[in-house]
């Protein structure tokens, strides 16, 4: 069974303030997908890395995808009270499934 | 452009009664899917379908039953309800082929709470 852990599993913090959480796992996958989920509403993709070592650049969040494809990282850049909500991240596991990690809950405080 | 919407939004039973959680899309997606959300475990899938008549169990299937007699609907029926079922339930679909890219489009989820 692929897992994907994630870290933190929460975090509150300050606007302004910069912030990095981690999806690690012990399988190779051959894609990461990031979705945010707003309260009271379902997970929404916010990118996906296909190639090792790739950056991808949304505004401020910054997405990198491991070297050896087992982990992948999400950069907030200045954050904002609208970056609040939960983050997830998920592989690929055949016919169209995805696993998804344990999330991470961020709360961006004024 | 409707997508995918789930019904009820919210939902409070009884142990052991029956509950139906309604999944409807509009995409006409090949795939649909069934997760449960609880903190601290993420999305946790119950069901999948890859077409009409077509399903197939996902990591926690117990206590859980499908249908998919048309292409748009996916119902998720709970046959006796348990208190380790309280959770928020959420519907996904997706395209088929390689270039839908396991991307999975969901629904706003349902609340349940079994008392």
């Known amino acids: 069974t692929q897992l994907l852990e994630q870290s933190p599993q929460f975090l509150s913090i300050q606007e302004g303030e910069n912030l990095t959480v981690y999806c690690n796992s012990s399988s190779v996958f051959s894609s990461l997908q990031w979705y945010r989920q707003e309260p009271g509403e379902g997970p929404v993709l916010l990118v996906t890395v296909v190639t090792g070592g790739e950056v991808k650049k949304l505004k401020r969040l910054t997405f990198q995808f491991g070297d050896a494809r087992k982990d992948s990282s999400l950069h907030i850049t200045a954050a904002q009270p609208g970056d609040t909500g939960l983050y997830l991240c998920a592989g690929p596991t055949g016919f169209q499934k995805l696993v998804f990690g344990t999330g991470t809950r961020l709360l961006v405080s004024p | 452009d409707a997508g995918i919407t789930q019904s009820p939004r919210y939902k409070i039973t009884e142990t052991g009664r029956q509950v139906t959680l309604m999944c409807h899309q509009t995409?006409?997606?090949?795939?649909m899917f069934w997760y449960r959300q609880d903190l601290g475990h993420g999305l946790r899938l119950i069901y999948y379908?890859?077409?009409?008549?077509?399903?197939d169990k996902g990591e926690v299937p117990d206590g859980y039953v499908v249908s998919r007699s048309k292409t748009e609907n996916f119902p998720l029926t709970l046959e006796s309800a348990t208190r380790s079922q309280t959770s928020v339930y959420f519907c996904?679909?997706?395209?088929?082929?390689?270039?839908?890219?396991?991307?999975?489009?969901f629904g706003a989820g349902t609340r349940l709470s079994v008392l």
């Open positions: 379908s890859a077409a009409a008549d077509i399903t």
């Open positions: 995409w006409s997606h090949s795939y």
């Open positions: 996904a679909s997706s395209r088929e082929g390689r270039l839908a890219k396991n991307i999975q489009y």
